[in-house]
């Protein structure tokens, strides 16, 4: 064995983003979080995240959609990292992220780069964790991170973090409408509870009519059922979601939503060709910053390359 053979080389894992087919917010609960149902969506929009060992902790963010992604100790990538060191063994490592998952847009890229991390190191370092181990530490970085590390198509409850498998049929086409900017989870959830003050909000529960629509794996069932309660706060914060909503559904999209806490707005189109069409009008019009089309369910974080050092 060569000296080179004791130090693991890079590990590069591709994480996709989410979309909320369902959204249901509950009541504000003590911790500050708010009770959920919701059905998440693996889609095959990825950042790849490469994790290597290093002399010291450190993260660095390419791509054309790394402004705006922080590269201190607040980045999502390095938490993870970090918190699976103290939790087990690792040294220090650096997380190499490649975006291609909009920034604070309401499809998980922060949790994506988190869960890419945890996956990544439990590979790097040889810790052997299962599933259920890698999203218990995943729980604490977000309530959405567990899901990253499953992908596919999945019921969250509590506050997101506890999952339960769905039963999917089917691919789904979408196309996303990236806005101007962020939009900050923590104040679309304060404008959803400014929104709803003097209400009683109850428990939230999963629509069956929605997992009856996914068994049938066809567009048109599951379009009626998406839904957002963070929706009309999304709007409030940024009135002109209102009218990206309107132009998809006049270019031929079968539903449009915003997806988690906005500003994406999330289009289910009949097929790739629709989809292409539906990209192309929104383009043309104006009233969006950017398109991406993918498809979804995908697989949640999984090694695509490690370097034989
Ligand atoms: O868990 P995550 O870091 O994604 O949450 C970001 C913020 O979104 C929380 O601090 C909270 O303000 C809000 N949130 C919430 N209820 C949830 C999930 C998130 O109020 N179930």
Redesign the pocket.
Do not use: A, E, K, Q
């Given at each position: 064995m060569t000296a080179s053979r004791l130090v693991p080389g890079p590990v590069t894992v591709r994480v996709p983003a989410k979309v909320n087919l369902e959204l249901l917010v509950g009541p504000l609960r003590d911790d500050?979080?708010?009770t959920?149902a919701t059905v998440y969506q693996a889609v095959g929009l990825y950042d790849d995240v490469t994790v290597a060992a290093a002399d010291t902790w450190g993260v660095s963010v390419s791509g054309a959609l790394a402004a705006g992604v922080p590269t201190d100790a607040d980045n999502l990538g390095l938490r993870a990292a970090r918190l699976l060191a103290d939790r087990y063994a690792g040294g220090p490592a650096h997380v190499g992220i490649r975006k291609g998952i909009p920034v604070a847009g309401g499809m998980a890229g922060g949790?994506a780069d988190a869960a890419a991390a945890l996956v990544g190191l439990d590979q790097l370092w040889d810790l052997g964790l299962d599933r259920d181990e890698l999203e218990e530490v995943a729980a604490e970085l977000?309530?959405?991170v567990p899901f990253l590390v499953s992908g596919g198509t999945a019921m969250g409850s509590g506050?997101?973090e506890r999952l339960a498998p769905v039963l999917a049929r089917g691919t789904y086409h979408w196309v996303f409408a990236l806005a101007e900017g962020g939009l900050s989870?923590?104040e679309v959830?304060a404008e959803c509870d400014r929104l709803r003050a003097g209400t009683v909000v109850p428990e939230p529960v999963a629509t069956p009519a929605l997992m009856a629509a996914l068994r049938t794996g066809d567009p048109h069932e599951l379009a009626p059922q998406l839904t957002n309660d963070l929706q009309p706060a999304a709007i409030s914060l940024r009135p002109e979601l209102g009218e990206t909503l309107d132009a998809g559904m006049e270019y031929g999209a079968l539903a449009g939503v915003v997806s988690g806490s906005g500003p994406t707005i999330a289009f289910l189109v009949e097929n790739n060709e629709a989809g292409i069409d539906l990209a192309v009008a929104l383009t043309a019009s104006g009233v969006v910053r950017d398109v991406r089309r993918a498809a979804g369910p995908v697989h949640g974080a999984h090694v695509i390359h490690q370097r034989a050092d």
């Open positions: 500050g979080f708010h959920l949790s977000g309530s959405d506050r997101g989870t923590p959830y």
